[in-house]
């Protein structure tokens, strides 16, 4: 069975500090990973994906993250946090043996100026 | 229109109705989910459309919901004798293609609570 773990309910960064937002997976086999951003009263909104390759991917809004096969990880991260970037993300992980995409819990991402 | 349309939006309903909810995917999509988000949890997978057809309806918790998408375009989710524990916001998404690499697109999604 696959599943997906993001351990910290809410992640709190000044402005301009680097972020980072974790997740987890487990999967049988070989996984694709997605983050995803919910912006309040909005639809979730696609941020990045690891398909195959480059463990390093890069996103929209000057996300990235990173693939790391031994860690069974797929951490968000952002070099220099804006206030704008405070919204709730979450990590979507699927085994390519299924069809249907599992997200994680969220994380809530808090920017103080 | 661009995206995904979602209605309706709120919907108060009593305990023992029924209840549907409907889903507009962006036009050409041929992928279709339907997740469900209770307060402070992700997204809850229900079930996957490709076309016409459920190719995976294994997130349907019971009998009392279930969805069709007869022409391969609008999706209506349909929960019977609706409960308080329904009470959720009811999301949909749709991707072009049949490959799992591309994104999924979000509708706003539909409030549900059940009184």
């Known amino acids: 069975a696959q599943s997906v773990a993001q351990p910290e309910d809410q992640v709190n960064v000044a402005e301009g500090n680097p972020l980072t937002v974790k997740c987890t997976y487990s999967v049988s086999g070989n996984p694709y990973l997605f983050w995803y951003v919910q912006y309040p009263n909005r639809g979730l909104q696609f941020l990045l994906k690891y398909i195959t390759g480059d463990n390093l991917v890069k996103g929209s809004y000057g996300f990235e993250a990173e693939f790391n096969k031994s860690q069974t990880s797929f951490h968000l991260k952002k070099p220099s946090a804006l206030v704008s970037d405070s919204a709730l993300y979450f990590c979507a992980v699927r085994d390519r043996s299924a069809s249907k995409i599992i997200f994680g819990s969220g994380t809530r991402l808090s920017i103080r100026p | 229109g661009a995206g995904v349309s979602q209605t309706p939006s709120n919907k108060v309903t009593e305990k023992g109705k029924y209840v549907e909810l409907r889903c507009d995917p962006i036009s050409g999509h041929t992928a279709l989910y339907w997740y469900r988000q209770s307060l402070g949890q992700g997204p809850e997978f229900l079930i996957y459309?490709?076309?016409?057809?459920?190719?995976?309806d294994s997130g349907l918790p019971n009998d009392r919901f279930f969805a069709v998408r007869p022409e391969g375009s609008v999706s209506t989710l349909k929960i019977q004798r609706t409960e308080r524990g329904d009470s959720a916001v009811y999301l949909c998404?749709?991707?072009?293609?049949?490959?799992?690499?591309?994104?999924?697109?979000f509708g706003e999604g539909s409030r549900l609570t059940v009184l």
């Open positions: 998404a749709s991707r072009s293609g049949t490959s799992f690499t591309g994104e999924l697109f």
């Open positions: 459309f490709q076309g016409t057809g459920a190719a995976d």
